[in-house]
């Protein structure tokens, strides 16, 4: 079985971004940049294990920002450097001192890359595992743009010299991938000699290795200037990896069920229904406004009513159910999505809901600020079977369609 592990250097301070906060630290969505490439990389079942080079220095609050997951195969380590190759040079030798054989392969990937994907990684191994003769390889993209020589003329304007031809350049990214050993001992050769080391695969460069390109990917870019992190936003707002959409459109579903005893008034969709029996429960046992909250939370990926509203909570003691109904959709709005429409179905056998149906829409429509049209609901008996035929309980079932804006 090959073996291999992922190495995230991330002791830089980022001066080039401005600010005090390193940049594979600000937060996207609430999210540290790094934690969107690691939460892949943990995930993947070809990784054994996941290591990050830290700066001794990074403040507790950073650290407690990151919000590093509790998980085994990830080890967090003071191993930062002046530089980049440095920290991860120190890293390795922590990794093979903690027992990592040196003949095990080692991805090692920036923490400013957050759009890596499963499929880029997997490519790269697939591809240096399959070619014995190479010493490693990385992603990377052709270059697509033109290039220029810049020469610099008495007034400091910058101008164009002598052409450069683009065919045949590659843009680095990362992952680069080599075995444990021969990287680490790539580097102590570099460092040794003085030389340059802007990535891994330079230090084997200069030693007539062989590594080999895999095509990587546009979102696999590294975000460098603040301009970088708005599009980043951009991309992660609208498609992060943990919320993948198809459309921008979600389904969402609801089910609620309340007993019908004396006493207690019969509200459904908001709207008071004369009834000799009410609805049994906590709030105002609203079971329409019920469904339609939690298929709302469901489409969006906010789990449900118990969890927003306890039914454990003194507060939402009779509460009104319309209150909470647009309480969970402020969340699902302020989560980026808009309904589309939604369409329910309340099992009731008595009383009779023909004439309050356009009322509850009504209500549903203004309280959602939506068109009427985008409401349906139905309602039916339940042939006087069980439970709902014998007027014990009224059931009801939502489904809503949500947008992503
Ligand atoms: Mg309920």
Redesign the pocket.
């Known amino acids: 079985m090959t073996n291999c592990h992922v190495l995230i250097p991330s002791g830089g301070s980022g001066q080039r971004f401005g600010g005090s906060i390193p940049k594979q630290y600000l937060l996207i969505e609430g999210k540290a940049i790094v934690r969107f490439s690691l939460d892949l990389f943990i995930g993947m079942s070809e990784i054994q294990s996941v290591w990050v080079g830290i700066a001794p220095d990074l403040s507790s609050d950073l650290q407690k920002g990151v919000d590093w997951p509790n998980d085994k195969k990830l080890h967090v380590r003071l191993s930062g450097g002046e530089s980049r190759h440095e920290t991860v040079l120190k890293t390795l030798e922590l990794m093979i001192s903690e027992g990592i054989p040196d003949t095990d392969w080692v991805l090692v990937h920036d923490a400013a890359r957050p759009g890596i994907e499963v499929n880029h990684v997997r490519a790269l191994m697939e591809a240096v595992l399959e070619t014995p003769q190479v010493s490693g390889g990385i992603l990377a993209l052709p270059v697509a743009d033109s290039l220029k020589q810049q020469i610099t003329t008495e007034n400091d304007d910058p101008m164009i010299g002598k052409g450069q031809n683009r065919n045949g350049l590659w843009q680095a990214q990362t992952p680069q991938m080599f075995r444990v050993g021969d990287l680490k001992n790539a580097l102590l050769l570099a460092i040794n000699d003085g030389a340059e080391v802007t990535d891994e695969a330079s230090a084997f460069e200069r030693l007539d290795k062989s590594v080999k390109l895999v095509v990587g990917s546009p979102r696999n870019f590294k975000i460098t200037y603040p301009e970088d992190l708005r599009f980043a936003e951009q991309i992660f707002t609208s498609f992060s990896s943990k919320e993948a959409l198809v459309g921008g459109i979600r389904i969402g579903q609801g089910y ?1 069920v ?1 007993r019908l005893v004396e006493g207690r008034p019969l509200i459904l969709g908001g709207v008071l229904v004369p009834s000799e029996k009410g609805l049994l ?1 906590h709030s105002d ?1 609203d ?1 329409l406004l ?1 469904a339609l909250t939690d298929a709302l939370l469901g489409a969006a990926g906010l789990g449900d009513i118990g969890k927003h509203f306890p039914d454990t909570d003194p507060k939402f003691k009779g509460a009104d159910s319309k209150e909470l109904l647009m309480s969970a959709y402020a969340k699902v709005c302020e989560r980026g999505y808009t309904l589309i429409n939604m369409d329910a179905t309340i099992i009731c056998q008595q009383p009779k809901l023909s004439n309050y149906i356009e009322p509850m829409v009504d209500t549903i429509s203004r309280l959602l600020q939506v068109l009427p049209t985008q409401i349906n609901i139905k309602a039916k008996t339940n042939e006087g079977l069980g439970y709902l035929g014998k007027q014990e309980a009224i059931a009801t079932e939502v489904c809503v369609l949500i947008n992503s804006n």
Request: aromatic fraction near 0%; charged fraction near 15%.
């Open positions: 609620d309340h429960g046992a079971a019920h």
